[in-house]
């Protein structure tokens, strides 16, 4: 199957720039929010969890700490990802590799984000004070929000099976970050990939899990839009 851009994806269906600037908006929105409230340390200074993220202090420093915390989540990264991508396709629309790769990352990521937050994350997670406002917005409205959108409103004809493994290039410069940054600050994003307690070989097969559950999901929108092209090219 040629890696290109199908023909099909010249005609949009009407009200498709509203689509898109709907769902980028909600995506930045979403984002913004959360980083501006972490500035502003509205989500309160309770006592971290042993090796994960929340013990930032205060002043300049637990301003930066809160931010690169936040800026340092998957969840963060996938609805920028899908912000970013949305903003490619409004304003240039060209169906390059760079917005075709995006495109994928951001839907498989927001997925896969949505996925993970209530199959193993909602469950632990007590919501208080402005989380109930944005953990919903990040991990609920703006995935839902993002497939509808894509079902949608497409584009169609831009997620190839040559693309799939794309889909995994910036999750793993994500994880390559969170790593990284854990290994100097000693805390993580999440429990289950808490070095501390668990060791580099757990956190290791966790990851390996959830890369091949976003590979999954990257294969299961090829095939969608594969059977979406051949319902319109009967048309």
Same mark, same amino acid.
């Given at each position: ?96 590799? &760079? !917005?075709?790769?995006?495109? +994928? ?5 927001? #997925? $896969? %984000?949505?996925?993970?937050?209530? /199959? *193993? ?5 007590? &919501? !208080?004070?402005?989380?109930? +406002? ?5 991990? #609920? $409205? %703006?995935?839902?929000?993002?497939? /509808? *959108? ?19 290039? $910036? ?65």
């Amino acid at each position: 199957m040629a890696d290109r851009v199908h023909p099909a994806s010249a005609s949009r269906p009407r009200g498709t720039g509203l689509a898109w600037g709907l769902n980028e908006a909600v995506a930045w929105g979403g984002v913004v929010v959360t980083l501006v409230l972490s500035a502003a340390n509205a989500y309160g200074g309770g006592a971290a969890e042993p090796g994960l993220y929340g013990d930032t202090g205060d002043g300049l420093h637990g301003l930066l700490a809160r931010l690169t915390d936040s800026l340092s989540y998957f969840t963060i990264w996938s609805n920028i990802v899908v912000a970013l991508s949305l903003t490619l396709l409004r304003l240039r629309r060209r169906g390059d590799l &760079l !917005e075709r790769v995006l495109r +994928l990352d951001g839907l498989m990521m927001i #997925v $896969v %984000t949505a996925v993970v937050y209530r /199959v *193993v994350l909602a469950p632990a997670v007590d &919501l !208080e004070g402005w989380s109930y +406002l944005t953990d919903p917005w990040l991990h #609920v $409205v %703006t995935p839902a929000l993002t497939v /509808v *959108v894509w079902l949608g409103w497409g584009p169609r004809g831009q997620v190839t099976l040559r693309l799939v493994p794309a889909a995994l290039a $910036v999750p793993l410069v994500w994880v390559g970050w969170m790593l990284a940054r854990g290994a100097v600050i000693g805390s993580y994003p999440y429990g289950f990939v808490n070095v501390s307690e668990h060791g580099y070989a757990a956190v290791f097969a966790a990851i390996g899990a959830v890369l091949v559950v976003g590979l999954v999901v990257a294969v299961v929108l090829w095939f969608a839009e594969w059977l979406a092209l051949r319902v319109l090219s009967r048309r």
